[in-house]
């Protein structure tokens, strides 16, 4: 009986391998999609913890203005204006004669050197008026308004502190050469350059902050005790940097006065660079075109006021940099400068980056050697992942509102408390509907 031996059809063949094709293919695709899912879920936990680590970064967890009530609160506050806060955040009582409810607030350099501040007996006149109970009535002692945490109010207007706002430091620091550690604990640098970073996940734009580098704040004097304790006195805000080790310690003394004079404002990071890296920092992003201010002449020819001037290299220093210290105000003048720098900087460098995003780390490179920061890996990572999307103007660059006075030695700038304090509202908080 002979055998039969069983043929496959060709096409059955053909049919079998297509399916040992298609499920292969399908394999490697679950693999490619699920290594491709855990590192897109690795990134964004990695980007995720450097978000909470900016967070934990700050001293504080929000501003304490006046008028206001914060989580930390644990007494009854009977603020600079009158106006008295239960641990609930209820208004007990509206302040009489200032129906704005802002004063001085809780930082006021100008009450300890009164005949230094021009503005002072202003302030002190005004003072007395809202004690006066001149303007008193039931309607307003009845008035109630219930404030939660964060939350402050301005007459018929309450504020509360945006969430998830990120604030840093930025200080230029009038040294040439490359970082290095301050061997007697006061040359480690004035910070000539003074800046408050602001990105706002509510308008997804950046804001700068410009501080005059001569406000009058408390300045902690490291180990300069008669027995090595830390000494404080008032002085320019630029001193402060000096009076630490000039790398983190300076960094971090300066970010506490910063922090302080603008009512415990949370700061997530600080950077601080010898200006003399300006150069590098500078020809990273390419070059940048402005109108010169001031006369400047005296440095060079071209820069006479109005010219239109490329800034490359060095110039770009020299711009941001130079000071006539024989011309009143000169601080003012020149931070009108470094406003005006940063503006076209960054509005080159956003532009770069999105073109790029590896360009932060084109700049920290070059920058690296002339830089003191406290912005780990992760947290850098996370920056570069949002600023890519936000939007920045000139016009939300903003300097300090006061009075600049001669002083013993040295020039002296007094903030305007009220401006200030409008200000921050302006930058830091949004509007609710009580």
């Known amino acids: 009986m002979k055998s ?5 059809k060709p096409d059955g063949r053909r049919k079998r391998k297509k399916r040992r094709v298609r499920n292969v293919v399908l394999a490697w695709l679950l693999v490619f999609t699920g290594a491709a899912g855990l590192l897109a879920g690795g990134v964004k936990f990695f980007l995720t913890m450097g978000y909470r680590h900016l967070q934990d970064n700050a001293t504080f967890s929000m501003p304490s203005l006046p008028g206001g009530f914060t989580a930390d609160a644990e007494e009854a506050d009977a603020s600079a204006d009158g106006s008295f806060y239960d641990n609930e955040g209820v208004i007990k009582t509206e302040p009489a004669g200032d129906p704005l409810g802002i004063s001085s607030g809780a930082f006021s350099p100008e009450d300890e050197q009164p005949e230094n501040n021009p503005a002072a007996g202003n302030q002190q006149d005004e003072d007395q ?16 308004t219930a404030l939660k945490a964060g939350q402050v109010s301005r007459g018929d207007k309450v504020y509360e502190y945006i969430d998830g706002i990120l604030t ?4 230029g620091i009038d ?27 509510d308008t997804k734009s950046i804001s700068l902050i410009g501080v005059n580098r001569d406000t009058m704040v408390d300045i902690v004097m490291v180990g300069l005790g008669a027995n090595g304790e830390n000494l404080t006195t008032k002085a320019e805000l630029a001193v402060q940097h000096g009076f630490g080790d000039g790398l983190h310690q300076s960094c971090e003394l300066t970010r506490d006065a910063v922090s302080k004079l603008f009512y415990n404002l949370p700061i997530h990071g600080y950077v601080s660079f010898n200006m003399g890296g300006m150069a590098a920092l500078n020809d990273a992003v390419g070059s940048v075109r402005l109108t010169v201010l001031e006369d400047m002449t005296e440095i060079n020819p071209a820069w006479y006021q109005g010219a239109e001037v490329t800034l490359t290299g060095k110039d770009a220093y020299e711009y941001i940099h130079y000071r006539n210290v024989n011309v009143f105000e000169s601080a003012r003048n020149r931070l009108a400068r470094q406003k005006q720098y940063l503006s076209v900087f960054a509005g080159t460098a956003l532009a770069e980056l999105k073109k790029d995003i590896t360009l932060p780390v084109s700049l920290y490179q070059a920058f690296k050697p002339y830089t003191v920061t406290d912005l780990e890996l992760d947290e850098i990572s996370y920056l570069a992942s949002q600023v890519t999307g936000y939007q920045f103007d000139a016009g939300a660059i903003y300097t300090m509102e006061g ?7 040295f020039e002296e700038f007094y903030p305007d408390q009220e401006a200030l304090q409008n200000l921050i ?10």
């Open 425 to 434: 509202l302006k930058v830091f908080y949004r509007e609710v509907t009580p």
């Open 129 to 144: 008026q809202a004690g006066s109970g001149e303007n008193d009535s039931p309607e307003k002692s009845d008035k109630k």
């Open 403 to 409: 009075t600049t006075v001669k002083g013993k030695r």
């Open 168 to 171: 840093f430091l930025v200080l």
């Open 175 to 201: 040294i040439d050469g490359p970082v290095s550690k301050s061997k007697d604990l006061v040359s480690g640098g004035q910070s000539d350059a003074i800046f408050l970073v602001v990105l706002n996940p």
């Open 4 to 8: 039969t031996e069983f043929k496959e």
